[in-house]
C-alpha cells in the first residue's frame, strides 16, 4: 500500500494514481495564455498526473495517468490516499540508461568548457 492521489473530473473520471516504490508522484494543472497575432488568443487549461519510478542510476521511468485539456467550468477532486487498489498508467516512458549517461556527460563536458573546473 502506497501513497496515491484519487482523482475526479465532473464527478465521472475516477482514477487513484500512484504505484508501490514511487519516487515521484506529481497533479499539475496549468493554465497558458498565448497570442498567436493580435486578435487571437490560445487559452489552454490542462491537468497532468504522473510519476517517476526510479530503477537505478540513470534509468527512470515515466509514468502518465492523465493528460487532459480542460474548459470553463471543469471540477477537479483531488484526495490524497492510501491504497493498494491503483489506476494503471495510460502511458510508460523509459530510457536507455546508456544515452542517458552519455547525454548527462556532454552535458557536463560543455559546461566545464564554458565554466572552467
Known amino acids: 500500500m502506497g501513497i496515491a492521489f484519487e482523482i475526479a473530473i465532473n464527478d465521472e473520471t475516477k482514477i487513484v494514481a500512484g504505484m508501490e516504490e514511487i519516487s515521484v508522484l506529481s497533479f499539475i494543472l496549468c493554465y497558458h495564455n498565448a497570442l498567436r497575432d493580435k486578435n487571437e ?3 489552454s487549461i490542462e491537468l497532468q498526473v504522473g510519476g517517476l519510478l526510479h530503477h537505478a ?3 527512470d521511468e515515466h509514468l502518465d495517468w492523465i493528460k487532459r485539456h480542460l474548459k470553463i467550468g471543469d471540477e477537479i477532486k483531488i484526495r490524497v490516499v492510501e491504497s493498494s487498489d491503483l489506476t494503471q498508467p495510460i502511458a510508460r516512458r523509459r530510457q536507455d540508461p546508456k544515452l542517458v549517461e552519455k547525454a548527462q ?8 568548457q564554458e565554466y572552467g573546473e
Open 41 to 43: 488568443n490560445l487559452d
Open 57 to 59: 542510476r540513470h534509468d
Open 105 to 112: 556527460r556532454k552535458y557536463y563536458e560543455n559546461l566545464k
